[in-house]
């Protein structure tokens, strides 16, 4: 057999996976693996990030988009440590993801050395950890079995990240290995007796409902859910940032049930007497904080059908837990064969019904909708609806901007062939800008980010990132000059002591920043405006920055509003 250094085997090892892109920022810690990319570029292309937390994003982006493991190289200590907000992103959102650490050399571990850390404790797998594993590779001969390991952890059952930490003298060690090829994920299914129970328990119901999310989808599995709702009639959500499970247009869908929910659907799941909760989680956004379904026990029936049976009665008891993938479980449901008669038909009419009308800016508490002067952002998102490509990756971060995404747009999605929402479901700002350049390396399509100012800061070095590789995306920045959600929650708690989320006006220039960067870029003050400017940056040979402008008094005026509300709804629980 033929030798080379550990690090090139390594490279190896992720050819034979089938990685053919990674994202990172080097580090004299993997300086081999490097030269391994270097050695293989024609294999696999080394997306050089300006900062490892945008690295992570980009990561993360990759794994939602493809279903296979986005690979993340990152050096010891500070880049490990920087990388942990997209790896925490990946945890939560049950994304695969392989994570490479370059670390310290072994004669210098457990002395606290030069950057050293111990990634088995900061990572800490487990459902309170950011990994479903660590290891730490100190034989080099090992490095097939760890990293096929590695490969297979993240994506069995509930996907999520795997950490690798490479001790830096390890990967310049001769070996003569071989890699391991890629082993196939197991498809649990739900087996004919569930599939038995649940259709029984669907012949008892009157007021049944799906809520669909979470990892594994294909746009196979998508169609048939969409077939399994139609044979049966039955009105289905969609999950926490995960829009794109369930075609927004059809006449079945009642909405996504995350934050800033629908009261109309909000009351919707506590009514229904059945709930089949198909690969959502059911955290605490998408059940309200656990209050749509009361834990440990709900009042509805529940069906909930997980890819990770250590998922399954972790926080709900189910009346039927179902361990089973998501292309195995969307083809036993859709194979169900409905009664002649369902009794529900008018329940997911006035679902979907619902849905229609909170598409309308609507008046809350009895006072007129804010308008936001020359800016109207529900037109502006109907505009975005027309213009963008059906397959256009849409991302954002975290913050009050995202809410006009998520109540507006109307996500065709899987069942149409491709995923086009990219969000974090654990609230990481700076999470946009990012993935939609990744979306756009990966995959060529349309890439859309809207983002705050406070958000876009965060990981707007990326633009630089973009030039480099010829990626490309369309970034609309709202910049109401503070950390909107933050404000928000200030100005309902603590009314009129704003500290801390003032980010100011007018510093930086965001569009001077994004022409430095090479990005084309214009302020849109007038929402007649908008069309024209988009329809630019759907035609720009580079990405573009799209500025509006925002008044802060739309979010103290919205906490006003809130307060209200809430006021009134606690007067009439007291009966006043």
Not at 372 to 377: L, N, T
């Amino acid at each position: 057999m033929v030798q080379r250094s550990a690090g090139h085997l390594l490279v190896e090892c992720l050819i034979a996976q089938g990685v053919d892109m990674a994202f990172g920022v080097p580090g004299e810690s993997y300086l081999d693996v490097l030269d391994g990319l270097h050695v293989h570029r024609d294999r696999i292309r080394f997306i050089t990030c300006r900062q490892e937390g945008g690295a992570s994003f980009m990561a993360d982006a990759y794994g939602k988009l493809t279903g296979k493991p986005g690979v993340l190289m990152v050096t010891r200590g500070p880049g490990a440590t920087n990388a942990s907000i997209g790896i925490h992103t990946a945890f939560q959102d049950s994304t695969p993801m392989v994570v490479l650490i370059g670390d310290v050399g072994s004669d210098m571990r457990d002395r606290e050395a030069f950057q050293e850390v111990d990634f088995g404790s900061f990572f800490g797998p487990g459902t309170r950890g950011m990994a479903k594993r660590v290891e730490r590779i100190d034989d080099a001969r090992r490095i097939p079995e760890y990293m096929a390991r590695a490969f297979t952890t993240a994506l069995q059952g509930r996907p999520g990240p795997v950490v690798l930490v490479l001790p830096e003298d390890m990967l310049t060690q001769k070996v003569d290995g071989q890699p391991l090829p890629a082993a196939p994920v197991v498809q649990g299914e739900i087996g004919q007796q569930g599939a038995l129970q649940l259709r029984e328990m669907l012949l008892k119901a009157k007021r049944p409902l799906v809520i669909a999310g979470g990892p594994g989808w294909t746009p196979q599995a998508a169609q048939q859910l969409q077939a399994f709702a139609e044979r049966w009639q039955l009105p289905v959500g969609n999950a926490f940032r995960f829009q794109d499970t369930f075609d927004n247009h059809h006449p079945l869908y009642a909405g996504d049930v995350g934050i800033g929910i629908n009261p109309a659907l909000a009351q919707r799941v506590k009514d229904a007497d059945l709930v089949i909760a198909l690969g959502a989680r059911l955290g605490e956004m998408t059940t309200s904080g656990y209050t749509l379904l009361q834990s440990p026990r709900p009042a509805q029936q529940l069906v909930h059908i997980h890819p990770s049976a250590e998922e399954l009665g972790r926080v709900y008891r189910a009346d039927l837990p179902l361990c089973a993938t998501m292309p195995a479980a969307a083809q036993a449901l859709a194979a169900l064969e409905p009664p002649a008669h369902l009794p529900w038909a008018d329940w997911a009419a006035a679902a979907h019904a619902d849905y229609l009308a909170n598409l309308q800016p609507q008046a809350l508490a009895g006072l007129d909708a804010v308008k936001d002067g020359a800016i109207d952002m529900p037109a502006i998102i109907a505009t975005l609806q027309r213009l963008l490509p059906q397959d256009a990756a849409i991302t954002n971060g975290a913050g009050n901007f995202a809410s006009w995404v998520h109540r507006y747009f109307r996500f065709h999605g899987w069942s149409k062939g491709h995923k086009t929402q990219l969000a974090p479901t654990n609230g990481a700002m700076g999470y946009g800008v990012p993935a939609g350049i990744a979306a756009n390396l990966v995959t060529g399509r349309t890439a859309f980010t809207i983002a705050g100012d406070g958000d876009f800061l965060m990981n707007g070095q990326e633009l630089a990132t973009a030039m480099q590789h010829g990626g490309k995306s369309i970034i609309v920045l709202l910049n109401n000059g503070m950390y909107g959600t933050i404000r928000m929650h200030q100005e309902r708690e603590y009314p009129h002591h704003t500290s801390g989320s003032d980010l100011g006006q007018g510093n930086p220039d965001f569009c001077a920043l994004a022409r430095a960067y090479g990005y084309a870029a214009e302020r849109v003050e007038r929402t007649q405006d908008f069309e024209a400017a988009l329809q630019r940056a759907l035609a720009a040979p580079t990405g573009t920055l799209i500025e509006i402008p925002l008044s802060p008094e739309v979010i103290t005026t919205r906490a006003t509003l809130s307060r209200i509300r809430d006021n009134a709804l606690q007067s009439q629980k007291a009966g006043g």
